[in-house]
């Protein structure tokens, strides 16, 4: 340590007497103007010192200053000289670091080449994999198209026809449909395009055979027609009918579509032919087996207007007939058929319909069930046609024309025939309800192709229904009245047929438009109102006529009461008819025990009305004669009138109604004749003897109240 310290005062042993500092650096002179400005001059200036005075002592203070940091730089000489050499070895250090991390620099360019590398290794690497990918997917899927498993091609060339042949099919499809599509310019093709066509005609041949077989037992002899005859219902239905077993397999039928149009067209022809001979002969032997049952239809001689009594049972014999006839005015039980419109179809080979001889069909009946199997049938058929052969509607309604056109035709020219040889009018109106409700019923499946059918048959049924009412017509029209024998003041046989007839028509028409029933209807009401008339006038009384035509009128309207309770105008025009009458009667009633005290009293209104009331005073003589026979006689002239309607009238009902209206009618007038007695010139007369008290009158009026 010591050799260090004198080896370091060896070094700073300075010489400073060698210093020149008279150098430009020290040239005062020059910056006199600075120095001036300096603070310490300034204040020495300002207190007046001397300059040179305070130089030399500036000078001797510098002089001093310098030597003591000379002195302190001289005790500081050993540490500056540690730490010279501290910074010696710092820097051999880091010298030594310089050349670790210019290695190290050298090194990590070395690696980055190396990721640069391996990065466009990546790069290459991942091209190439995604060109694997986008080769592998449509490579794939071509492999997939093309290639034919063996599953397939067991299932296609099996003898039988497999569960799985319908898959087998339709996969068959998709692989012709993608060599046609898209197999122009593969190569794979060739190699599978034979094994293809040979599988499709195989397939085809075999859904050809599958097909024809299937068709060809709907035209098996003996095969129940519940099978033809019932539509598919929600709770299950037919099993064995070819559209289910087609249906199912509806994907074979679209294969010979597109790849065998000629097959395809073959099966729709043969289809076709057979369901339409199926389904005319099945629905021709069951209607005509059926109306082997139906009840003896109305003739000629069922008309309003025949005579009672005088029918004849057969043209060439005179036996009654045993056979079981229909109703020919009353609708009866015959309107329970519309309760059944949605049961099942009748059946001529039903166990049930042959064991029950006793009871035969009425042909509404008869008609509900072919309708209902026409408009079922018909509806599954354009349903199945559309769907099955993937025709559009227009070409749809041609195909159900083709299949049902034979079954139609027959049923259209059966009804023909049959309403134009009947005269069973409450037959047709039955009908027609009937098909109104199953034409709905196609409606509202969406079936449009049986609205032709429905329509025609509208049309038959009400031409034949005007010509029916129009022989009603001439049949009323021709009746003379005065040949008619045992004419009675009862309702007659006549109107008694009209009312059953119209009500039962009222009854039909209950929550349906029918133009032609409400105008066929009303011709009827007049000429029957008209013959009413005409049968009145036959008798020479007339209080007689009167009780003709209400018993008549009565009649009608308890017949038309029966049958409904909702207003009609058959009946409004009949109660306004019968209400005419009875005033009328009650009038014709009043007359002989009370004619001359109502002749007055009209008498004196009518002067009254037209301020003549002086002409009145002549008759005032005439008014004590009115006054005494009406005390002596009015309770005897009303048990009269009493006895006279409990004879004249068969409805109890009514005739209390009447004898009310003839004692309400007496006991107007009689109030009437009073209020005349009170008035000028009566008034100054001398008061009335033997006048009957109002009130006696009515006490009386009131005993006949409840006499009926």
């Not at 769907?387 to 079954?407: H, I, L, N, Q, W």
């Not at 209400?579 to 009370?594: D, H, K, W």
Request: glycine share 6%; aromatic share 8%; proline share 2%.
């Amino acid at each position: 340590m010591a050799a260090l310290e004198a080896d370091a005062s060896d070094e700073l042993q300075l010489d400073l007497t060698q210093l020149d500092i008279t150098g430009d650096d020290f040239d005062f002179d020059d910056n006199i103007e600075d120095h001036l400005q300096d603070e310490i001059v300034q204040e020495a200036l300002d207190q007046g010192l001397d300059l040179r005075a305070h130089a030399r002592q500036v000078e001797r203070d510098l002089d001093s200053t310098i030597r003591e940091s000379i002195q302190d730089y001289l005790s500081e000489a050993l540490r500056m000289t540690e730490l010279y050499h501290q910074v010696q070895s710092c820097d051999n250090i880091l010298s030594s670091m310089e050349n670790m991390l210019c290695e190290f620099q050298t090194n990590l360019g070395d690696i980055s080449g190396e990721i640069q590398s391996l990065q466009g290794q990546s790069v290459d690497m991942s091209i190439r994999l995604k060109n694997r990918r986008q080769v592998q997917q449509p490579l794939s899927e071509l492999i997939g198209r093309l290639a034919l498993p063996s599953d397939i091609i067991d299932s296609i060339m099996s003898p039988t026809v497999g569960p799985d042949f319908e898959e087998a099919v339709k996969e068959l499809h998709r692989k012709l449909v993608f060599v046609e599509e898209r197999g122009g310019n593969l190569a794979a093709v060739g190699d599978v395009q034979g094994d293809l066509e040979q599988l499709s005609l195989q397939a085809a041949a075999k859904i050809r055979e599958l097909f024809m077989n299937t068709i060809m037992r709907a035209r098996k002899p003996g095969r129940d027609p519940q099978l033809i005859l019932t539509f598919w219902r929600d709770n299950g239905g037919p099993t064995q009918m070819p559209q289910e077993t087609l249906l199912k397999n509806k994907a074979c039928f679209e294969f010979m579509l597109k790849h065998h149009r000629p097959t395809a067209n073959e099966l729709r022809a043969e289809y076709v032919n057979t369901m339409s001979k199926v389904h005319a002969s099945y629905v021709k032997a069951d209607v005509q087996r059926l109306l082997k049952m139906q009840i003896s239809d109305n003739s000629s001689q069922d008309l309003l207007g025949a005579e009672a009594g005088t029918k004849r049972s057969g043209f060439f014999s005179s036996k009654p007939s045993t056979k079981a006839k229909q109703t020919t005015f009353t609708l009866g039980s015959r309107a329970k058929v519309l309760e059944r419109l949605d049961d099942t179809i009748l059946l001529s080979q039903n166990t049930e319909v042959q064991a029950d001889k006793q009871q035969p069909l009425a042909y509404e009946d008869i008609f509900r069930s072919y309708q209902l199997a026409m408009a079922d049938i018909g509806a599954r058929e354009f349903l199945f046609c559309t769907e099955f052969f993937s025709v559009k509607e227009a070409k749809g309604y041609e195909f159900f024309k083709e299949v049902m056109g034979k079954a139609m035709g027959f049923i259209l020219k059966h009804l023909e025939t049959h309403l134009a040889a009947s005269f069973d009018a409450i037959g047709i109106a039955l009908c027609a309800r009937i098909n109104t409700h199953y034409r709905h019923y196609v409606s509202d499946k969406g079936v449009k192709a049986l609205k032709s059918y429905f329509d025609t048959t509208e049309k038959l049924l009400w031409t034949n229904f005007e010509r029916i009412i129009k022989a009603h017509l001439e049949s009323v029209l021709t009746v003379d009245p005065s040949r008619l024998r045992d004419i009675d003041t009862r309702p007659h046989y006549i109107v008694r047929r009209y009312a059953e007839f119209s009500g039962a028509m009222i009854q039909l028409k209950q929550g349906h438009e029918f133009p032609v029933l409400d105008k066929c209807l009303k011709q009827l009401q007049h000429e029957v109102m008209n013959l009413i008339l005409r049968i009145a006038a036959e008798f020479t009384d007339r209080k007689d006529q009167l009780v003709f035509l209400i018993n008549n009128y009565d009649m009608m309207l308890s017949v038309y009461s029966g049958v409904t309770t909702q207003a009609s105008q058959e009946a409004a025009d009949t109660q306004a008819a019968l209400q005419a009458r009875i005033q009328e009667y009650a009038l014709v009633e009043l007359s002989p025990g009370f004619g001359g005290l109502i002749g007055f009293v009209k008498q004196a209104e009518a002067s009254l009305a037209t301020g003549r009331a002086e002409a009145l005073a002549q008759n005032t003589g005439k008014i004590q004669g009115l006054i005494d026979s009406f005390a002596s006689n009015w309770r005897d002239h009303i048990n009269t009138i009493n006895g006279g309607v409990m004879r004249s009238f068969t409805n109890f009902e009514n005739g209390t109604a009447i004898l009310q209206e003839a004692l309400t009618q007496l006991v107007v007038y009689y109030e009437k004749f009073t209020a005349i007695l009170k008035k000028a010139p009566f008034a100054q007369a001398s008061s009335w003897k033997n006048l009957v008290d109002r009130h006696q009158l009515m006490v009386e009026v009131k005993k006949h109240k409840t006499t009926f």
